[in-house]
Nanobody, 123 residues
Framework: VQLQASGGGLVQAGGSLRLSCAASGRTFSNYNMGWFRQAPGKQREFVAA????????LYADSVKGRFTISRDNAKNTVYLQMNSLKPEDTAVYYC?????????????????WGQGTLVTVSS
């Protein structure tokens, strides 16, 4: 499956952004979807995941209550709504797909990756 992330940009602390990730090539609803991020000089880390049906979600503690992941299987798209952004949220954000029997926070369990979109939060 091919993944194309978009929606990144520059925002002030306390602001909001919505990231989108459009999928193509395979049946989107066969995959659980995740968002990860990588800040400069740091390892890529888990942000959020949504199950293939949209009925289950996982969040990193650092974003819980501020970020919301969702998906629209009719549009083959997964979203990450980011509110109350902080400077420490600055990173390149990647969407990723894992087979529907894998619902995980673990980076290595995701099979397909998008190219990333940069989010910069200014203080």
């Amino acid at each position: 499956v091919q993944l194309q992330a978009s929606g990144g940009g520059l925002v002030q602390a306390g602001g909001s952004l919505r990231l989108s990730c459009a999928a193509s090539g395979r049946t989107f609803s066969n995959y659980n979807m995740g968002w990860f991020r990588q800040a400069p000089g740091k390892q890529r880390e888990f942000v959020a995941a949504v199950s293939w049906s949209g009925g289950g979600t996982l969040y990193a503690d650092s974003v819980k209550g501020r970020f919301t992941i969702s998906r629209d299987n009719a549009k083959n798209t997964v979203y990450l709504q980011m509110n109350s952004l902080k400077p420490e949220d600055t990173a390149v954000y990647y969407c990723a797909a894992a087979p529907k029997w894998v619902f995980s926070k673990v980076l290595s369990e995701y099979t397909y990756w998008g190219q990333g979109t940069l989010v910069t939060v200014s203080s």
